[in-house]
Protein backbone atom coordinates (compact mmCIF):
# COMPACT_ATOMS: atom_id res chain seq x y z
CA UNK A 1 0.00 0.00 0.00
CA UNK A 2 1.15 3.31 -0.84
CA UNK A 3 1.97 6.06 2.09
CA UNK A 4 -0.66 8.34 0.24
CA UNK A 5 -3.34 7.95 -1.34
CA UNK A 6 -5.40 10.68 -3.65
CA UNK A 7 -9.11 10.58 -2.37
CA UNK A 8 -11.94 10.47 -5.05
CA UNK A 9 -12.01 14.72 -3.78
CA UNK A 10 -8.34 15.01 -5.24
CA UNK A 11 -6.31 15.30 -2.18
CA UNK A 12 -3.71 13.63 -1.15
CA UNK A 13 -3.89 12.16 2.36
CA UNK A 14 -1.85 9.48 4.64
CA UNK A 15 -3.30 6.22 3.38
CA UNK A 16 -4.84 5.50 6.54
CA UNK A 17 -6.60 8.15 6.74
CA UNK A 18 -8.23 8.10 3.05
CA UNK A 19 -9.80 4.52 4.12
CA UNK A 20 -13.12 5.41 5.65
CA UNK A 21 -15.30 8.70 5.69
CA UNK A 22 -14.71 9.12 9.22
CA UNK A 23 -11.05 8.68 9.30
CA UNK A 24 -11.22 11.06 6.13
CA UNK A 25 -12.62 14.08 8.97
CA UNK A 26 -10.65 13.20 11.75
CA UNK A 27 -7.19 12.94 9.48
CA UNK A 28 -7.99 16.10 8.09
CA UNK A 29 -9.50 17.83 11.11
CA UNK A 30 -8.09 16.78 13.78
CA UNK A 31 -4.92 14.52 13.44
CA UNK A 32 -1.68 16.02 14.34
CA UNK A 33 -3.16 19.72 15.03
CA UNK A 34 -2.01 21.11 18.13
CA UNK A 35 -5.19 20.45 21.36
CA UNK A 36 -4.96 22.16 24.20
CA UNK A 37 -7.35 22.57 27.22
CA UNK A 38 -7.84 20.23 30.06
CA UNK A 39 -11.09 18.36 29.50
CA UNK A 40 -9.60 17.76 25.56
CA UNK A 41 -6.30 17.24 26.47
CA UNK A 42 -8.02 14.02 28.93
CA UNK A 43 -10.52 13.14 26.38
CA UNK A 44 -7.92 12.29 24.14
CA UNK A 45 -5.45 10.47 26.78
CA UNK A 46 -8.74 8.44 28.05
CA UNK A 47 -9.68 7.56 24.69
CA UNK A 48 -6.18 6.43 23.21
CA UNK A 49 -6.05 3.99 26.32
CA UNK A 50 -9.92 2.95 25.32
CA UNK A 51 -8.38 1.85 22.11
CA UNK A 52 -5.56 -0.05 22.86
CA UNK A 53 -5.96 -3.59 21.31
CA UNK A 54 -9.14 -2.04 19.41
CA UNK A 55 -9.30 -0.10 15.85
CA UNK A 56 -9.07 3.74 16.11
CA UNK A 57 -12.38 3.53 14.09
CA UNK A 58 -14.03 1.87 16.76
CA UNK A 59 -13.70 4.49 19.23
CA UNK A 60 -14.30 7.20 16.37
CA UNK A 61 -17.67 6.30 16.21
CA UNK A 62 -18.01 5.38 19.52
CA UNK A 63 -16.75 9.36 20.90
CA UNK A 64 -19.99 10.80 20.51
CA UNK A 65 -21.43 8.21 23.46
CA UNK A 66 -18.03 8.62 25.18
CA UNK A 67 -18.07 12.04 25.48
CA UNK A 68 -22.17 11.39 26.78
CA UNK A 69 -21.08 8.83 28.93
CA UNK A 70 -18.02 10.23 30.85
CA UNK A 71 -19.98 13.83 31.42
CA UNK A 72 -17.68 15.72 28.06
CA UNK A 73 -14.77 14.61 29.98
CA UNK A 74 -14.81 17.18 32.67
CA UNK A 75 -12.22 15.83 35.30
CA UNK A 76 -13.87 17.25 38.15
CA UNK A 77 -17.35 15.27 37.41
CA UNK A 78 -15.58 11.63 36.34
CA UNK A 79 -12.94 12.05 39.45
CA UNK A 80 -16.32 11.93 41.89
CA UNK A 81 -17.53 8.54 40.09
CA UNK A 82 -18.57 6.27 42.64
CA UNK A 83 -19.29 2.43 42.28
CA UNK A 84 -22.80 3.44 40.76
CA UNK A 85 -20.96 5.41 37.94
CA UNK A 86 -18.95 2.58 37.41
CA UNK A 87 -21.87 0.04 36.98
CA UNK A 88 -23.71 3.15 34.44
CA UNK A 89 -20.25 2.80 32.34
CA UNK A 90 -20.32 -0.97 32.12
CA UNK A 91 -24.08 -1.21 31.10
CA UNK A 92 -23.23 1.51 28.33
CA UNK A 93 -23.00 0.09 24.83
CA UNK A 94 -22.35 3.40 23.48
CA UNK A 95 -18.99 2.89 24.82
CA UNK A 96 -16.06 0.27 24.93
CA UNK A 97 -17.05 -1.69 28.01
CA UNK A 98 -13.95 -2.84 29.19
CA UNK A 99 -13.17 -3.11 33.40
CA UNK A 100 -9.29 -2.06 33.25
CA UNK A 101 -9.96 0.65 31.05
CA UNK A 102 -13.02 2.26 32.94
CA UNK A 103 -11.10 2.07 36.41
CA UNK A 104 -8.20 3.62 34.04
CA UNK A 105 -10.47 6.18 33.33
CA UNK A 106 -11.72 7.20 36.58
CA UNK A 107 -8.33 7.20 38.57
CA UNK A 108 -6.81 9.43 35.64
CA UNK A 109 -9.69 11.87 35.87
CA UNK A 110 -8.60 11.96 39.77
CA UNK A 111 -4.93 12.46 38.88
CA UNK A 112 -5.63 15.27 36.08
CA UNK A 113 -7.40 17.33 38.85
CA UNK A 114 -4.66 16.96 41.05
CA UNK A 115 -2.13 18.23 38.31
CA UNK A 116 -3.71 21.59 38.25
CA UNK A 117 -1.85 22.12 41.95
CA UNK A 118 1.57 22.42 39.55
CA UNK A 119 0.23 24.26 36.55
CA UNK A 120 -2.60 21.57 34.94
CA UNK A 121 -2.72 18.63 32.44
CA UNK A 122 -2.07 20.78 29.41
CA UNK A 123 1.15 22.62 30.83
CA UNK A 124 2.37 19.10 32.03
CA UNK A 125 1.66 17.04 28.58
CA UNK A 126 2.98 20.17 26.68
CA UNK A 127 6.52 20.20 28.68
CA UNK A 128 7.30 16.76 26.60
CA UNK A 129 6.66 18.09 22.71
CA UNK A 130 9.99 17.58 21.16
CA UNK A 131 11.68 20.56 20.49
CA UNK A 132 12.34 19.42 16.93
CA UNK A 133 10.40 16.71 15.51
CA UNK A 134 11.43 15.40 11.70
CA UNK A 135 8.65 14.93 9.30
CA UNK A 136 8.52 11.58 8.06
CA UNK A 137 8.98 10.83 4.77
CA UNK A 138 7.03 7.34 4.90
CA UNK A 139 5.35 5.27 7.63
CA UNK A 140 8.29 3.01 7.79
CA UNK A 141 9.76 5.91 9.78
CA UNK A 142 7.06 6.79 12.50
CA UNK A 143 7.80 5.29 15.50
CA UNK A 144 5.49 3.36 18.19
CA UNK A 145 7.31 5.26 20.73
CA UNK A 146 9.80 8.09 21.16
CA UNK A 147 12.11 9.07 23.95
CA UNK A 148 9.40 11.92 24.71
CA UNK A 149 6.59 9.51 24.99
CA UNK A 150 9.20 6.97 27.44
CA UNK A 151 9.42 10.05 29.70
CA UNK A 152 5.54 11.47 29.45
CA UNK A 153 4.75 8.05 30.25
CA UNK A 154 6.76 7.87 33.46
CA UNK A 155 6.00 11.15 34.71
CA UNK A 156 2.24 10.25 34.24
CA UNK A 157 2.55 7.47 36.45
CA UNK A 158 4.18 9.25 38.86
CA UNK A 159 1.27 11.45 38.99
CA UNK A 160 -0.94 8.76 39.66
CA UNK A 161 -1.65 8.20 36.22
CA UNK A 162 -2.31 4.44 34.84
CA UNK A 163 -2.84 2.66 31.27
CA UNK A 164 -0.50 5.49 30.44
CA UNK A 165 2.27 3.30 28.13
CA UNK A 166 4.71 4.87 26.27
CA UNK A 167 3.37 3.03 23.10
CA UNK A 168 -0.57 4.55 24.02
CA UNK A 169 1.30 8.23 24.61
CA UNK A 170 2.98 8.77 22.24
CA UNK A 171 -0.54 7.89 19.74
CA UNK A 172 -1.82 10.62 22.23
CA UNK A 173 1.06 12.89 21.19
CA UNK A 174 0.04 12.16 17.42
CA UNK A 175 -3.34 12.51 18.49
CA UNK A 176 -2.89 16.22 19.96
CA UNK A 177 -0.35 17.93 17.89
CA UNK A 178 2.91 17.00 20.12
CA UNK A 179 4.39 15.34 16.87
CA UNK A 180 3.00 15.93 13.66
CA UNK A 181 3.35 12.26 11.75
CA UNK A 182 1.70 13.33 8.29
CA UNK A 183 4.11 12.00 5.54
CA UNK A 184 5.36 13.52 2.64
CA UNK A 185 3.19 14.18 0.44
CA UNK A 186 0.42 14.34 1.97
CA UNK A 187 -1.70 17.50 1.99
CA UNK A 188 -1.69 18.30 5.83
CA UNK A 189 2.22 17.71 5.78
CA UNK A 190 2.52 20.40 2.99
CA UNK A 191 0.37 22.67 5.49
CA UNK A 192 3.79 22.74 7.86
Known sequence: MSD?????????????????????????????????????????????????????????????????????????????????DRARLMADTRIVRNNRKVDAAITNARAVVALRESGGLDAFMWSYAPAHHASPASFAEVPASSPESVALAKALKRAGFVFVGPTTMYAAMQACGLVDDHVAGCHRAAER
Open 4 to 84: VVVGEDGVPRCAWGASSPAYVTYHDEEWGRPVHGESALFERVTLEGFQSGLSWLTILRKRPGFRDAFDGFDAEKVAAYGEQ
